[in-house]
């Protein structure tokens, strides 16, 4: 596709359910970056993959929180046990080559409501 | 990763130019700055970006000082679709990682 896709675009949850939510990046954009804007607040870096390297899992809140990316494509993060704190626009990024110098591309996000 | 300082919000005229601050003092030699911002309920958009050469697009252009400790934003022409909030960003070298701070929120007014 011609950008960043993320879905779904809005998701309502039970609080205790698991969620996934997908993005699947540019074709050929080996980085890939995860997000949470609350609401009002700015953006807070969750995780963050690199072709074939370990992802940076640095900025994930809690072990309820993980993110997997299959054949260095699209990416799925997952979140258990969903509590109301959760409910944020979670955004996914993807650049290519991962070279400083490049810019990030970002999706328009799925809003998730946890009720 | 360099922290970077910037104010939590500005207001401009329609028309007139818009000069973004942002403080990075503890920038180091290879890290670039980045520009982005985010108009409501959208993504972040990327503007710009360079390491130490002043830098200008369709979008805006880039001033950054000798010693590399701050930066300007210029939005040449304000219009009312500029009004978002403008993040400044120092991207490490060895990492890929855009971390965001708080931004500055501009508001364009007629």
């Known amino acids: 596709g011609a950008g960043v896709s993320q879905s779904p675009s809005n998701k309502v949850t039970e609080k205790g359910k698991d969620v996934e939510l997908r993005c699947d990046p540019i074709s050929g954009h080996t980085a890939l970056y995860w997000y949470r804007q609350s609401l009002g607040q700015g953006l807070e870096f969750l995780i963050y993959?690199?072709?074939?390297?370990?992802?940076?899992k640095s900025g994930l809140p809690s072990d309820r929180f993980s993110a997997e990316r299959t054949g260095g494509s699209v990416s799925t993060l997952t979140i258990q046990r969903t509590q109301q704190e959760d409910s944020a626009v979670y955004l996914c990024?993807?650049?290519?080559?991962?070279?400083?110098?490049?810019?990030?591309?970002f999706g328009q996000g799925t809003r998730l409501t946890v009720v | 990763d360099a922290k970077t300082t910037q104010p939590p919000s500005m207001d401009c005229a329609e028309g007139r130019a818009a000069n973004l601050p942002c403080n990075h003092s503890t920038i180091s030699g290879n890290e670039y700055v980045y520009w982005y911002r985010q108009i409501h309920s959208q993504g972040p958009q990327y503007i710009i970006h360079g390491l130490k050469n002043n830098e200008t697009n369709e979008m805006a252009s880039l001033i950054i000082t000798e010693d590399r400790k701050s930066s300007t934003l210029i939005l040449p022409h304000a219009t009312l679709r500029d009004t978002a909030v403008y993040y400044c960003?120092?991207?490490?070298?060895?990492?890929?990682?855009?971390?965001f701070g708080t931004g500055t929120r501009l508001q364009v007014f007629p």
């Open positions: 993959f690199q072709g074939n390297s370990a992802p940076d």
């Open positions: 960003i120092v991207r490490g070298y060895n990492t890929d990682k855009l971390i």
């Open positions: 990024a993807s650049s290519p080559a991962g070279q400083v110098g490049t810019e990030a591309f």
